[in-house]
């Protein structure tokens, strides 16, 4: 596993695809950038980090240290996960003759293209950029994985492509314990306006005027300008809104699991900003379907189609502040359709999407790579 972006501990790559590959008996390492360069073992899988470089604008020194791990070691598969890391992983197939597997995340041109490094100006052309050369590079993967419909459709002329959803395993969520709901609406994840916190909240005097004991609950942090911070602040003061809203801040998963499971509502509000949101599919629609709670998400591709073919929760316009509102009253006020909303989403999960079904599909594109 090579990446120069993400950490050597992150989710998908570290506790889902090498923990799943060990047990079939595979070798894995992960080659990720860290603070500092050193090499562990950890549940069985080896850990080689190399040095982050010190700004963005010298991430391709990060590339460069990353490529010298890939060539030092001896390995059948390299298995890459997003642009830069496949440049690398071209280069060593060419020298080493390996196979390569090419892990997209996301839509890593419109992506990229939003980085604060480039200006405005130039997205357009950093987006074509950033398209050519991945589907250039793409060629040389011997397949290639995503985690969606509209990135599986990118991909699936240029070689063969599998979808791994990016989807939670279903054993972190029992629910051994029944929920005790609270009339909570949760929000998980880091928030900003680009992911609606500020529709959101526009939203809540309305619903606070008819129940009173609401709660909006944001299980992360805010992840946006001191200004937009500012503005939460002021705007849940202006109206009265201290009591029926929370910030968590940092917890860890299995708390975050816990906040869930005594929700009543679960929100994706992603915002049609750039094109990787239009196209999102976030881990935690997953969580809130595993735990069994109705869903207020975006009316965007992915989301719907799983929404929808789920019949897990409500579909919204997220620049909407009325049909937010009204989405979220709905479900407060139709506890038993709510109900049979979470427990569709349970049944989903259990049946399709959760990591154990996608752990099978790893499992076959590594038999076919032999």
Avoid at 38 to 65: F, Q
Avoid at 121 to 143: G, H, M
Avoid at 259 to 273: A, M, N, R
Avoid at 334 to 360: F, V
């Amino acid at each position: 596993m090579l990446t120069t972006v993400h950490p050597p501990f992150d989710t998908r790559i570290f506790h889902k695809e090498s923990k799943s590959l060990l047990k079939p008996g595979h070798s894995v390492t992960i080659i990720a950038p860290s603070e500092s360069a050193n090499e562990e073992y950890v549940d069985g899988v080896k850990i080689i980090k190399v040095k982050k470089a010190s700004s963005k604008i010298l991430h391709p020194l990060t590339m460069v240290r990353v490529f010298i791990a890939g060539l030092r070691g001896d390995f059948d598969v390299y298995h890459c996960h997003e642009p830069g890391s496949l440049l690398v992983c071209t280069l060593l197939k060419l020298m080493k003759r390996n196979k390569l597997v090419y892990d997209a995340h996301e839509h890593y041109p419109s992506l990229m293209s939003e980085d604060s490094i480039f200006p405005k100006i130039s997205k357009r052309s950093i987006s074509f950029f950033v398209d050519t050369c991945e589907k250039f590079l793409c060629a040389s993967a011997d397949c290639i994985i995503t985690v969606n419909h509209s990135l599986e459709e990118r991909f699936r002329n240029i070689k063969e492509t599998t979808i791994l959803f990016n989807v939670p395993k279903l054993d972190i969520f029992t629910l051994s314990n029944p929920a005790i709901r609270s009339r909570r609406i949760v929000y998980a994840g880091n928030v900003s306006r680009k992911r609606g916190l500020d529709k959101l909240l526009l939203s809540m005097p309305q619903i606070v005027n008819k129940f009173h004991d609401v709660e909006l609950l944001v299980v992360g942090k805010i992840s946006d300008s001191k200004e937009f911070e500012k503005w939460v602040h002021s705007y849940t003061e202006d109206h009265s809104l201290i009591q029926n809203f929370r910030v968590t801040g940092w917890v860890p998963h299995t708390k975050v699991v816990e906040y869930i499971e005594k929700s009543d509502i679960g929100i994706i509000l992603f915002q049609p900003t750039y094109y990787n949101n239009i196209i999102g599919l976030p881990n935690k629609l997953f969580e809130y379907m595993a735990c069994g709670i109705p869903v207020v998400g975006s009316n965007f591709p992915e989301i719907r189609k799983v929404v929808e073919g789920s019949e897990c929760g409500l579909l919204v316009d997220p620049t909407n502040v009325q049909e937010i509102k009204d989405a979220i009253l709905w479900l407060l006020e139709h506890p038993d359709e709510a109900k049979q909303m979470g427990k569709n989403g349970r049944s989903a999960t259990e049946e399709l999407y959760n990591w154990e079904k996608m752990e099978l599909r790893l499992f076959k594109i590594y038999e076919d790579l032999a």
